[in-house]
């Protein structure tokens, strides 16, 4: 750990750092804008959030080079809220938001993103790619007449298309002659100029809204502080809330991937709170983790805390010193950029795989890409992980076996293997016969584990079939803690202290 942050101390680092976080806060704008927009709160709410979420979760958070702003997939939350009780609310759903947040850090709730399975994670990143690209086509439609959007025609069109292509290229192969520079800030530079005095017609950061302001200022959220405000605020809270670090602990996990490092969850859960809560007293309407601007930083040499916190720094000046500079860079341009991390984020490898991997995770994966695209982060990773879940339980259920032998003085053994747990009852109760097994069976757990309550029960339940027949039955090397919660079987339970297995059974104790 000291070593990697002495590496980022070096000047070479820090230049890479600086220069990738000003080419991230160029990419920032149009995205706060649109998200303001989509959430109906004022501009300078989303754009506070992109600075201040960036610049604190920068130091506080658990992964150096994740870059945090306000974000479309919370967003959509919050529209609801304020559209129904206004802006204050949701500036008090913010605070509370964040609180949710540190608890979650502080109780250690970070480790469970290790249950997400990998074709989850496949999903995840192919859909949200998905999505970055869906958003840009929206840049492409102007309103006629009646406000309706429609696709743009003639010159327009081909003047946006042409900055997008010129974008692309010099972002694609610039970087075959020099790093020194992140191409995706010389590829905006560029074509900004070339915009200006060439005097080419095309929508520029300014067509989208002013971002001129000042400095945000503390403020607590003006509403009723009584119990019915918290009901209202506090479902919105728990939502906003799992979304933010379900997708920033994605997002930081695929970072750890690219960058063979690795983060720390529980504290990214808490500075993500403590970058909402305060976001929350000063008018910002709170975010997360943003995978399309974590993949600009990463791929333009951003790898330190300086490079989110340069991004937050460049994002107020721009605010505050230089926002008619900012408002001519043409939009084409910023899209070009995100159509370079949409092809760098997908997981093109996936189509290889597809037909290679087992059809349930294929399944898993296509289900995850398809629900990120039509509903939100959040629905699409639990429903992943709960169908992975299922399907886990479905094939560990059909793998527990038993070897039977008969001793040379008539008893029977049967040598269990695989796991018993809820699914695996029905075919761990088809491996026995009690009526027709000799009078001294030995039912052999030394291959076998014992998962749940389930399991246990079903134990019981054979033993008991035995004794109602007259057998006697030797259940051997079960572990202390199941011979602990069986109610009926513990007696016939054979104790072997140094052969018996160790482990805790999921489970309450039997009454």
């Not at 429609?150 to 075959?176: D, H, K, N, Y």
């Not at 809204?209 to 400095?215: T, V």
Request: net charge negative.
């Amino acid at each position: 750990m000291v070593q990697q942050i002495t590496s980022r101390l070096n000047p070479s680092a820090m230049r890479a750092d600086i220069l990738s976080g000003l080419t991230v806060a160029l990419a920032l704008v149009p995205e706060a804008v649109a998200f303001a927009l989509i959430a109906q709160v004022p501009i300078t709410a989303g754009l506070y959030a992109a600075f201040m979420v960036g610049m604190i979760t920068a130091v506080a958070g658990g992964r150096p080079g994740m870059i945090s702003g306000a974000t479309g997939a919370l967003a959509v939350v919050m529209v609801a809220l304020v559209v129904q009780h206004g802006v204050e609310y949701l500036f008090a759903t913010v605070v509370l938001m964040g609180i949710i947040q540190v608890l979650a850090g502080a109780a250690k709730l970070g480790k469970f993103i290790r249950m997400v399975p990998h074709p989850v994670m496949l999903g995840f990143v192919n859909g949200l790619a998905i999505v970055i690209f869906l958003a840009q086509l929206n840049q492409f439609k102007v309103p006629d007449a009646d406000g309706v959007l429609q696709w743009m025609q003639g010159v327009e069109m081909i003047t946006m298309l042409s900055i997008v292509g010129i974008t692309m290229a010099i972002i694609l192969i610039l970087p075959r002659f020099t790093t020194a520079i992140p191409s995706a800030l010389v590829a905006i530079v560029v074509t900004s100029l070339a915009t200006i005095f060439l005097e080419l017609d095309t929508r520029t950061v300014g067509d989208l809204a002013s971002i001129g302001g000042s400095l945000p200022s503390f403020a607590i959220p003006d509403i009723p502080y009584n119990w019915e405000t918290f009901k209202i605020i506090l479902p919105y809270a728990i939502t906003l809330a799992a979304i933010g670090l379900i997708e920033s602990l994605l997002t930081m996990s695929l970072i750890d991937e690219m960058t063979d490092t690795h983060g720390k969850a529980n504290r990214e859960c808490a500075g993500q709170g403590v970058a909402n809560i305060a976001t929350g007293f000063f008018g910002g309407m709170g975010g997360c983790a943003m995978i399309g601007q974590s993949m600009i930083n990463i791929n333009s040499g951003g790898r330190g805390r300086l490079s989110g916190f340069s991004a937050g720094l460049f994002l107020l000046s721009f605010i505050l010193f230089a926002s008619p500079l900012i408002e001519r860079i043409p939009v084409a341009a910023l899209i070009g950029v995100m159509f370079i991390v949409v092809i760098k984020t997908f997981e093109w490898s996936s189509f290889r795989i597809l037909n290679k991997i087992p059809r349930h995770d294929a399944f898993v994966l296509i289900l995850v890409s398809v629900v990120t695209v039509f509903t939100d982060l959040a629905m699409a990773v639990v429903i992943g992980v709960i169908v992975a879940s299922l399907v886990f339980a479905w094939e560990s259920a059909k793998h527990i076996t038993a070897n039977v032998r008969i001793n040379n003085d008539g008893s029977k053994v049967y040598e269990l293997h695989g796991l018993l747990f809820f699914g695996s009852i029905k075919y761990f109760r088809d491996l026995f016969t009690p009526q027709d097994d000799p009078d001294d069976v030995t039912i052999e757990f030394i291959g076998s584990r014992v998962l749940d309550h389930s399991g246990l029960q079903a134990i019981d339940a054979l033993a008991e079939r035995y004794t109602a027949l007259g057998k006697t039955l030797h259940l051997q090397h079960l572990s202390e803690e199941c011979r602990d919660l069986l109610s009926k079987a513990g007696p016939l339970v054979e104790v072997n202290v140094k052969e018996d297995p160790k482990y805790h059974v999921a489970t309450d104790a039997l009454d």
